[in-house]
């Protein structure tokens, strides 16, 4: 049952972000550029989400998952060095390309060569932390 | 045409609330991209599978929405590659070193009142809208043409 959960959200979610136009870069920095002609789009995104998951996340409340156990929810509260600078990195790399994680695979499925080499980069740059942190 | 955009803007993001709703109901899991692609690629013993259909069900869904509305996205073209790879791995190094990316912390963590998404969500903006004017309109314009 989690499998098929997993695989309607991930549906869901993928059919959400193009739909939303997320999956087209030049929207997202459209946005960003707040010195160019401004591109609202992702703001509606934002909100539509949002308030969709902070009402969502209420209703199910803190008890089990339906077929996953306990809720695996982050618990920490800190703000750190990594979680600043990390979002530091990330932010520079969407202001660079105007692809996030998720837009960049979902972009995948036009078939073409710029959110591949997209994703190609986010394969190597995820793959160079995870072994610097286990070294 | 700009009116279409933004309901279909609003239409996605509900999808996209929706979506981590359900993974979060279902199975307790918190719908962050780059958390759930770091840990198809860490490959942690039995959870991986999840993961890994999750990530089929976004291409999936991107997919459909394109078969039924073609002109909706164009993909683009005569972006420099180098400036892809290089955006794809400040990506992939900074959400893995700052746990989150636009859904986990902007969308999850935020729906959760979480003050690390909140100052993550901050900076990732910020920054981003810096390299951008820097890119567009600051001392960087013409590098990426």
Sequence with gaps: MNGLIAVVAGVLFGFGLDL?????PERVLGFLDIAGSWDPTLVFVL?????TATVGFRLIGRGDSWFGGPMRLPQRSDIDRPLVL????????????????GPGLAALVQGAADPAW?????????????????? | MVEFDWLSALAGGVLIGLAATLLLAGSGRIAGISGILGGVLERP??????????????????AVHQWLDPAAVEARTGFPVWALLAAGVL?????????????????CGLAR?????????????????????????????????
Excluded: K
């Design chain 1, 20 to 24: 939303a136009r997320m999956t087209d």
């Design chain 1, 47 to 51: 909100a539509g989400a949002v308030v």
């Design chain 1, 86 to 101: 990390g979002a530091a990195l990330f932010g520079a790399g969407w202001g660079l390309a105007g692809y996030c994680p």
């Design chain 1, 118 to 135: 997209f994703v190609v980069g986010l394969i190597a740059g995820m793959t160079a932390f995870a072994v610097a942190r286990r070294s």
């Design chain 2, 45 to 62: 013993r039995g959870d991986t599978l999840w993961r890994g259909l999750f990530l089929a069900g976004l291409l999936v869904g991107a």
């Design chain 2, 91 to 107: 990506v992939g190094v900074g959400t893995r070193m700052g746990s989150g990316c636009t859904s986990g912390h902007g969308v």
């Design chain 2, 113 to 145: 009142l979480s003050p690390r998404s909140g100052v993550a969500t901050a900076v990732f903006v910020a920054v981003a809208m810096i390299v951008t004017w820097l890119l567009r309109h600051g001392p960087l314009a013409g590098v990426l043409t």
